[in-house]
């Protein structure tokens, strides 16, 4: 899969081949169709001095995006592939939202 990556610690990313990652039981598999760009991934670009402090390198980067499930772990339930999915960072937890 083509994927966005901070390879080295200094500015920049680059574009390359990366291996489909393996899903564990509670985990889904996406195939992302459109993605965003924000400002996290303008600190990572720059690799500013927060970037430095925080990002691990190598990293795959991005967590805006929307597409949909192609594979569920085998504890998943309720969720069926094909449905589509939007990534929102911001809410860890859906657990106890009326
Ligand atoms: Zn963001």
Do not use: Y
């Amino acid at each position: 899969m083509k994927a966005l990556v901070k390879a080295k610690s200094e500015p920049g990313l680059c574009l390359r081949d990366e291996p489909v990652p393996m899903i564990g039981p509670t985990n889904l598999l996406i195939r992302v169709k459109k993605t965003g760009i924000c400002g996290t991934d303008i600190h990572i670009f720059r690799w500013d001095e927060w970037a430095r402090k925080t990002v691990p390198v190598p990293m795959v980067v991005g967590h805006e995006f929307a597409g949909e499930r192609v594979d569920l772990g085998s504890a998943v339930q309720g969720l069926a592939c094909g449905q589509r999915v939007t990534g929102e960072s911001h809410v860890i937890a859906m657990h106890g939202l009326a």
